[in-house]
């Protein structure tokens, strides 16, 4: 193993403090109050599919405040197990993998699984909020001053309205949620926000502790603040509005919202979303919670992980068939 961040030994005991401001609450609560007066607008449409015993279906809703968010939904035609939860997956930054069969794992389990387009990142699920500034690369600038008129405030929303949509089309009220990196994030803040989720399973999580990111991390979108300073900020005069903006979406500060049982996925070598980041996050975390280490993998956990994700499930007295 290469060590790029803490020993493990320093790891499991890493727990910084959060950076939550005041209203840090009241302002999630005002976003989901505003987010109850703004009706859906579900347009489903089914695609034709050439596997058998597999629905799927094009999915639209109402992203918050504006824009119309994308989503995939895939049901077994036979045999929803009436007790089994539903699944909602996000996808990694501008990295949209998620193809139906990345469902199939649960869909054999009866449960339905929604994958969900992130605004701007997807040709479906374009982008229309008026930001007050452009973003210097990338989504993660945009707005970066004002937390109401951040980016991922919006992608936040979206992810958790994505919730009510999924319980609207399956009729469960049980659900879990899941992503890697981006999706590992936004999975943490749809658990904070949202009322009921069952389970978050969240591997090698971005999003959080924006600060050590940000100096540790040597690749992907971390970089793009960096480069906000370097090319328009070099003085950094505006270093602490930013920063007290990314702590309104900093998972690390939302974490004590879960409540929910939760499986963190971190690796070692992680260059990208430094370990120390992941730790932060679970130190964090409401609830019953678990992390699974992989020292010899950085920001891409190995095949093996996901059978310990179907242990995880499997544990779970509400997944169990009687």
């Known amino acids: 193993m290469n060590l790029i961040d803490l020993s493990l030994e320093q790891l499991q005991m890493y727990r910084p403090e959060q950076t939550k401001k005041k209203d840090f609450e009241e302002f999630w609560n005002n976003r989901k109050n505003e987010s109850a007066l703004q009706g859906l607008n ?114 936040y929303m979206d992810c958790y309205r994505s919730v009510d949509v999924i319980r609207e089309l399956s009729g469960k009220t049980d659900v879990f949620v899941e992503g890697g990196s981006q999706g590992g994030a936004l999975a943490v803040a749809t658990a904070a926000l949202q009322e009921g989720i069952s389970y978050l399973l969240a591997d090698v999580p971005f999003l959080t502790h924006f600060k050590r990111s940000i100096q540790l991390s040597t690749e992907g979108p971390y970089r793009e603040v960096n480069h906000y300073f370097k090319l328009h900020d070099p003085l950094q005069k505006n270093r602490s ?43 964090h975390l409401g609830g019953e919670k678990h992390i699974q280490v992989y020292p010899e993998f950085g920001h891409e956990l190995p095949a093996i992980h996901v059978e310990r994700k179907l242990q995880f499930i499997a544990s779970r007295k509400k997944f169990k068939k009687e």
């Open 42 to 155: 579900i347009v489903i449409e089914p695609v034709s599919y050439y596997v058998p015993g597999v629905e799927l279906y094009d999915v639209t809703f109402n992203g918050f405040r504006n824009s119309r968010i994308h989503a995939s939904y895939l049901k077994p035609e036979k045999d929803v197990h009436p007790k089994s939860p539903a699944a909602v997956i996000f996808h990694g930054y501008n990295w949209n993998t998620l193809q139906p069969h990345y469902a199939f794992k649960y869909l054999i389990q009866g449960i339905p699984v929604m994958l969900v387009d992130v605004r701007g990142q997807n040709v479906r699920s374009p982008d229309h909020n008026p930001y007050k500034n452009g973003g210097s690369s990338g989504w993660m600038t945009l707005g970066i001053t004002d937390p109401d008129n951040y980016y991922f405030s919006y992608v």
């Open 241 to 283: 509005a930013v920063f007290d903006a990314l702590s309104y979406v900093d998972c690390m500060n939302l974490a004590s919202f879960v409540s929910c049982p939760s499986l963190i996925g971190v690796g070692l070598e992680d260059r990208v979303c430094p370990p120390s980041s992941g730790f932060a996050l679970y130190h």
